[in-house]
């Protein structure tokens, strides 16, 4: 059986599947510059699929109110530790969306982030539209959702296949090749698979692989924003366009 959500192996290995770009706190915080500066000083803000909590920590240096959750028990660990390393503030906790309102006031975050490509892990459709519904609880009025996800039509469209990424990444001092295989079945409502490996050259040339099988239920864009609409969240801005590779979606709690 295929563990569901997974990231207990990857989740050690996660910087080498991370672009440059969102290596450093202040850096993956900046990416969203223009949502976050529609907050108030010391707003209350969850990001509620950490993984390795850059971006956490780096909302948590601004100064904001930063509560860090995810499914994955190391990549909440991850999270912890980087903001001890960092001395930043905030609250990490171990929880998938579905327990989100067991840990969490109803109606008090000024902001949501559900990024990097997570909410496909949502087990079919109507649990993408309970894990939305769960974010859509936690926002104030007013308050915004801000979700960025794979054009997964383009995923699809590619069918399953193998690729190796063509440059070796480096990351503290160290080479690794990423390889992902996408099995794609044919119809968008089945369980889809991607496997993630991570051949690292160690310092004495040997090589150490970290693989794991993710499980997946991708989702056309029309259908996440009639899904935003339901949980009463309605688009206000969206990079989508059917020809590039991801977008960001921020949906405001009417
Ligand atoms: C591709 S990673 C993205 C991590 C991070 N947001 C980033 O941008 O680097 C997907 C994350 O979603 C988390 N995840 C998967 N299923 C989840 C669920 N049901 N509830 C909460 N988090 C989940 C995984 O553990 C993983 O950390």
Known sequence: ????????????????????????????AE??????????????????????GQLAVGLAGLGFR????????????????????????LRAVRADWSELSGHLDGA?????????NSLHHAQGASARLAALESMSRLLRPEGRLVLTSRNWELVRAGGSRMEVWDELVRRNGRDAVVIYRWEIPRGWEQEHHIEIAVAQIEADGAVRVRSEVLSSWPYRYDDLVSELRRVGLRVESSTFDPEAEGYTVVAIKE
């Open 31 to 52: 990416a969203f510059e223009d949502v976050i500066g529609l907050l108030p000083p010391h707003a209350q803000v969850l990001d509620c699929s950490c993984g390795t």
């Open 1 to 28: 059986m295929i563990a569901v959500p997974g990231y207990g192996a990857l989740a050690e290995v996660y910087e080498w599947l991370i672009s440059d770009a969102k290596l450093t706190p202040a850096a993956f």
């Open 66 to 89: 930063v509560v860090a959750t995810d499914a994955s028990d190391a990549m909440v660990r991850r999270t912890g530790e980087l903001a001890d390393e960092l001395g930043a503030s």
């Open 108 to 116: 008090s975050f000024d902001m949501v982030f559900c990024v990097g």
